[in-house]
């Protein structure tokens, strides 16, 4: 799960912070960096695990409905989200429930959350339209809740401030981590059982150790790579660039020198995307242009052993 679009994030983030932090210990600091990693990979299995506590959610619901439609003698409510073959195959799935046990993570100290987000739901038109589809298969059942979390729960401000209150790390995770969640329910099949297999902590471990790589050439060789950037700012005045800025270039002209199998455009737009999400509005067309400019005389210098396209 933790890929290489989130470790860049991260990293800029840490490096940030590392910088703003009067106690700079880079041993600390990169334990800080998969420690905030591995808080994202919770975050997934929490979200995922919301979906069960919805579902429970439901069936207290239905047992209040069923006694009282008993009581007074009107119809049975109908059973069919409580039933939700996709709710129940993720409440039974082995990888999440052991990961939430070890990790001591579960939705039962939420239940004003939960009964309010059941509420949302049930009251939704998504909701109208499933319970009303005479369509009753498992990928209907599925569908529904890639509709509901897209709808109700990717966008959800009480779920946002509750998140926010048991991490300080998942506020800035959640976006990244949706994704995540909706690729994963996408990829549920039903012949699989219990026994589906969720998204792995790291994509790869090659992945963890990109991490490390990425962020110790950051901060050892950050006096270079700023003095690259000095060098490729003239026609720009370098003194009044914003801070974060400095620190996504010098990131970005790390994984360029330190990654021989990383294109140098890839490594442009990645840092460019994230420059629009975390500095200012001017930052992605600046630090484009600047990474550029700062790739081109690597190139020339033998500094850099890769290739770009020829200015035309």
């Given at each position: 799960m933790i890929n290489r679009e989130l470790i860049r994030i991260k990293i800029v983030q840490l490096t940030y912070a590392y910088y703003q932090n009067g106690n700079k210990n880079i041993e600390t600091a990169e334990k800080e960096l998969l420690f905030s990693l591995s808080k994202a990979y919770d975050l997934y299995n929490y979200l995922l695990a919301l979906i069960v506590g919805i579902t429970k959610e439901a069936r207290r619901h239905l047992e209040v409905a069923e006694s009282r439609a008993k009581r007074e003698g009107t119809p049975m409510p109908s059973t069919k989200f409580v039933y939700n073959r996709f709710a129940l195959q993720l409440e039974g799935n082995?990888?999440?429930?052991?990961?939430?046990?070890?990790?001591?993570?579960?939705?039962?100290?939420?239940?004003?959350?939960?009964?309010?987000i059941y509420t949302q739901i049930s009251e939704s038109q998504i909701y109208k339209d499933y319970m009303d589809d005479p369509e009753d298969n498992y990928q209907a059942d599925r569908e529904l809740w890639r509709k509901v979390y897209r709808t109700l729960i990717q966008d959800n401000s009480d779920l946002d401030a509750l998140l926010e209150e048991k991490s300080l790390y998942w506020n800035d995770d959640k976006e990244v981590v949706d994704t995540f969640v909706l690729k994963t329910i996408k990829r549920f099949d039903e012949t699989n059982r219990q026994s589906q297999q969720l998204l792995p902590e790291y994509?790869?471990?090659?992945?963890?150790?990109?991490?490390?790589?990425?962020?110790?050439?950051?901060?050892?060789?950050?006096?270079?790579?700023?003095?690259?950037?000095?060098?490729?700012?003239?026609?720009?005045?370098?003194?009044?660039?914003?801070?974060?800025?400095?620190?996504?270039?010098?990131?970005?002209?790390?994984?360029?020198?330190?990654?021989?199998?990383?294109?140098?455009?890839?490594?442009?737009?990645?840092?460019?995307?994230?420059?629009?999400?975390?500095?200012?509005?001017?930052?992605?067309?600046?630090?484009?242009?600047m990474l550029d400019t700062i790739a081109r005389h690597l190139i020339q210098t033998g500094k850099m052993l890769k290739q770009m396209k020829v200015e035309s």
């Open positions: 082995k990888m999440l429930n052991d990961f939430m046990e070890t990790q001591k993570l579960n939705w039962d100290d939420e239940p004003e959350f939960l009964k309010k994509d790869s471990e090659d992945d963890k150790e990109y991490a490390r790589k990425l962020f110790r050439a950051t901060i050892l060789n950050g006096d270079e790579y700023q003095h690259y950037m000095s060098e490729a700012s003239r026609n720009w005045d370098f003194s009044r660039l914003a801070y974060m800025d400095i620190v996504v270039m010098q990131i970005a002209i790390a994984e360029m020198l330190n990654f021989p199998s990383i294109p140098v455009s890839v490594t442009i737009n990645e840092f460019v995307d994230i420059a629009k999400l975390y500095s200012t509005p001017q930052s992605g067309g600046y630090i484009n242009g």
